[in-house]
């Protein structure tokens, strides 16, 4: 198969698919053990042109999106999604499950000092979160990590583009992205009703 064929079966098979294509797949499937580095090569040249279609990584697998340089063009023809967003609850069990996991319910709720139930289920049913085991202590208490679903939402790769939460100001953690503005209000707490 010569290399445009090669580019357009797995753009094919990248589009069809829906959900990430792991490097193993695509060489099964296009018959190239070489596969993998031309979905890579894809990504860069489809990158540089600035094409309406991106090729992206989740966990070592690939799938096409959109550019989110077209967004604005976008949302005139799709009429935005009616999900809500998350509440304050989630995304504090959100971020205490991605920079602890994996990590007990527990131990959720002794970092935030509340019953954390809600919350935790509400990203469970979204999917960023997952059950992942089961942990060797007394009552062998169910443990908690991040999916594939979890990286993808927030444009990630893997964990390690995560920011590395030692070098996040203090400030900010108690009053947003407001920096040193000394009118600055800490973040609104009030709406954390879940838990």
């Known amino acids: 198969m010569d290399l445009q064929k090669a580019k357009s079966v797995i753009e094919a098979v990248l589009f069809a698919s829906g959900v990430p294509v792991s490097k193993e797949e695509l060489c099964e499937i296009t018959g190239l053990d070489t596969a993998g580095e031309i979905a890579e090569e894809m990504s860069l040249e489809w990158e540089k042109e600035n094409r309406g279609l991106v090729i992206k990584k989740v966990s070592g697998k690939f799938y096409i999106c959109t550019n989110k340089n077209y967004f604005e063009y976008i949302t005139k023809l799709v009429e935005p999604r009616k999900q ?12 205490i499950v991605v920079y602890n996991q994996p990590v007990t319910r527990s131990t959720i709720e002794f970092i935030r000092g509340v019953n954390s139930d809600a919350p935790l289920n509400k990203l ?3 999917g960023l979160v997952e059950e992942c085991g089961r942990m060797e202590t007394p009552g ?3 443990i908690y990590r991040t999916t594939d679903v979890f990286l993808q939402a927030f444009g990630l790769e893997d964990l390690s583009d995560m920011p590395n939460i030692n070098t996040i100001p203090l ?4 009053y947003g992205d407001k920096g040193d503005n000394e009118q600055s209000t800490p973040l609104d707490t009030e709406n954390t009703q879940e838990g």
């Open 171 to 174: 400030q900010t953690l108690f």
């Open 124 to 126: 469970l049913e979204r």
């Open 140 to 142: 062998k208490p169910l």
């Open 84 to 95: 809500n967003g998350l509440s304050n609850a989630a995304l504090e069990t959100l971020s």
